[in-house]
């Protein structure tokens, strides 16, 4: 009995897994902010979709520290932090040149530090329940298992596209 439920669990957990990104990893992080949507892609095979919770005040572009706004535009993964207070993070480029300019003329900070990230350090039992709203501070949260999948399939320096 014990084996059935062993084989059971296997099977469950590697069914969640995406088939595709097992073998190879993604070239593109693209994130669709109207649909909530975070898709893996390489060329133009998609491997695997999450949905996602944004900035609090998701609608347009990020421009000013505080905001709550997720960015648009296009960035790299820079790096990644195993230690991070949201469980596992993936640090997004931004700003860019044009955010910090874009800053400028409004005569504020830019912000930084947006990441792509898993829940709450001790929250992680908050699973898919966690995309009933917008909560972030502008950035892109997944659950656990899923930062977990993103983790493995995306490399630092590949490309990450923020749509509206």
């Known amino acids: 009995m014990r084996f059935i439920a062993l084989v059971v669990t296997l099977i469950l957990a ?56 997720t960015p648009e535009g296009t960035y790299r993964i820079i790096g990644r932090n195993s230690k991070s207070a949201f469980y596992r993070s993936l640090k997004l480029s931004y700003p860019t040149k044009e955010d910090r300019e874009n800053a400028k003329r409004l005569g504020c900070s830019p912000g930084g530090d947006i990441m792509i990230h898993g829940l709450p350090n001790g929250r992680g ?27 493995k399939f995306v490399a630092d320096g590949t490309a990450v596209q923020i749509k509206p």
């Open 14 to 69: 590697f069914s969640s897994l995406p088939v595709s990104a097992s073998t190879e990893g993604a070239d593109l992080v693209l994130i669709e902010k109207s649909k909530r949507l975070l898709t893996l892609k390489r060329g133009d095979k998609q491997l695997a979709q999450y949905t996602v919770a944004l900035g609090g005040t998701p609608v347009g572009p990020k421009r000013c520290i505080g905001d709550s706004k």
């Open 125 to 151: 039992w908050i699973g898919a329940a966690h995309r009933q709203m917008d909560w972030t501070l502008g950035c892109i949260a997944v659950t656990n298992s899923e930062i977990d999948e993103i983790w």
